[in-house]
């Protein structure tokens, strides 16, 4: 089950960026650089606004599978109720301050024509936030109940429809992007009935008019709030990097850096996928049980499930990031941004796999720890990366990036980690740390050696680490079996 809505996951996030990768030429030759830049930023608009939900969405999914877990079923439908009914109100909140700034943020655009069409536009956006927002919490209502089927279906009919519908329109002969703006706040509200309809069909009584009673209310915001500071610190984190390289060095530099980050990046969405999978299983787990170790084999086998398939990508890609880079984009991003790209391959691996001992976290309730823990690591990073951007350039920034994602992923571990495990999975332990060792010193490999032997030896090291990995996992599936045979545990 598990496997199946993972692989619904990877098709609603990833098949939207194919329709994408073939409109966007044809948009930015139908608007013009400059009209298509502003297109990007109606899309960030709305699709990042729903960080105003204050981390409720994901809440909802936690306290939903935690009643599920510890039979509390009566609770179910009026804690979703009181969500989704504080969810639009602050999508009201979140559109009325959308158009009271828009004037400001389209004053510190550089506009080549007449800012109108921006404020018009980014108006437009702000009748659609009570919908953008309800969506996440109804998409977490359907994540609760499992639902993934349904969730990607909609998400995948509204994300190709937010890169094609504005083509249409162009074409259609409306070349207004106030037009366009109207366009992708509409199809967030059909987004939205959509999700509302399969809720309804689900879970009657979370969809009534009622009101919220502040007692459900108070453990959602508390939750919600620790997972609104992560999931702010997080994004800034990871788009930091290039604002510190424009300030220390140049828009050249930036641009050397962003592009192979960009390739490698996409590869998240596979552990995204996954973890958005796992978070309510583990959080209902979790609430059946009360038992760390109930979860831990099935976290085990997501990284290693994890490791295998993300392991050999991001090394072939960095090994290969040179020519790679000369072939898509040209000999001179190929020479400043290759080490770079192998640099951020290592990250990527480490980002990926990062994702299990989050939503491990979370799902026990300790939204806190994550958000403490990133509260510590942003000055620490913010120093670093200036200081390595500041002497060696966009190799100092992959390496700052990487260096916090690695200690990232060690403290996350260390969080999630059950304190009492068995002589197996000391053992575990033991193959894991020297799996992780021999992946770096495959990248170590790639990145010093000489190069007529440095693809062959980087590539021989990390399949020695890929084969120890594979090893390993097929030993631990025999064991999530018995263990979910003994304790329920989702397959």
């Excluded at 880079?325 to 290759?338: K, N, P, Q």
Aim: net charge positive; proline share 5%.
């Amino acid at each position: 089950m598990i496997a199946r809505n993972a692989l619904w996951n990877l098709a609603g996030f990833g098949l939207p960026l194919f329709v994408a990768v073939a409109c966007i030429p044809l948009l930015i030759h139908a608007l013009g650089a400059p009209r298509f830049g502003l297109l990007t930023l109606l899309w960030a608009v709305i699709n990042y606004f729903g960080l105003f939900d204050m981390g409720l969405g994901r809440a909802l999914t936690h306290r939903l599978s935690a009643a599920m877990g510890s039979g509390r079923e009566e609770e179910i439908a009026p804690v979703a109720r009181d969500g989704l009914t504080l969810l639009v109100a602050l999508g009201g909140v979140a559109g009325v301050v959308l158009w009271v700034v828009a004037p400001y943020g389209v004053g510190l655009l550089a506009l080549d024509g007449d800012p109108s069409e921006a404020l018009g536009a980014l108006r437009a956006l702000a009748w659609a936030m009570p919908f953008v927002l309800l969506t996440s919490g109804l998409r977490g209502v359907m994540e609760a109940r499992g639902a993934f089927v349904p969730i990607n279906v909609v998400r995948l009919a509204t994300g190709v429809a937010t890169v094609l519908a504005p083509l249409l329109v162009v074409r259609a002969g409306w070349n207004d992007l106030v037009v366009v703006a109207w366009t992708l706040g509409a199809l967030r509200g059909l987004g939205c009935l959509a999700y509302a309809w399969c809720v309804g069909r689900m879970l009657p009584g979370a969809l009534a008019a009622t009101r919220p009673r502040g007692a459900r209310l108070g453990p959602l915001l508390r939750t919600g709030g620790w997972m609104t500071v992560a999931n702010l610190i997080g994004p800034l984190m990871g788009y930091l990097d290039r604002f510190v390289i424009g300030a220390v060095s140049s828009l050249s530099a930036v641009a050397w850096y962003v592009t192979p980050q960009e390739i490698v990046s996409r590869l998240l969405i596979v552990p995204v996928s996954l973890a958005s999978v796992l978070f309510p299983r583990l959080s209902e787990l979790h609430a059946s049980t009360g038992e760390r170790m109930a979860a831990w084999p099935l976290e085990r086998l997501a990284l290693g499930v994890l490791f295998i398939a993300l392991q050999p990508v991001t090394l072939v890609l960095g090994t290969f990031a040179h020519p790679i880079l000369e072939r898509w984009v040209g000999a001179e991003f190929a020479r400043e941004g290759a080490t770079a790209m192998l640099i951020l391959c290592a990250g990527v691996l480490a980002n990926g796999l990062a994702h299990v001992p989050f939503a491990s976290i979370q799902a026990r309730g300790q939204a806190r720890s994550t958000a403490l823990l990133q509260m510590v690591e942003l000055p620490v990073y913010v120093a670093a990366m200036w200081v390595l951007a500041s002497l060696w350039g966009v190799v100092g920034a992959a390496l700052a990036w990487t260096a916090r994602i690695l200690v990232d992923l060690a403290a996350l571990w260390i969080i999630a980690r059950p304190v009492e495990v068995s002589p197996a999975d000391r053992a575990g332990d033991g193959v894991a740390l020297v799996v992780g060792l021999l992946t770096l010193a495959a990248f170590a490999c790639a990145a010093f050696a000489p190069p007529a032997w440095a693809a062959a030896g980087s590539l021989a090291i990390g399949g020695v680490a890929w084969v120890m990995a594979a090893m390993r996992l097929r030993g631990d599936v025999p064991r999530l079996v018995a263990a979910r045979k003994a304790d329920g545990l989702p397959r």
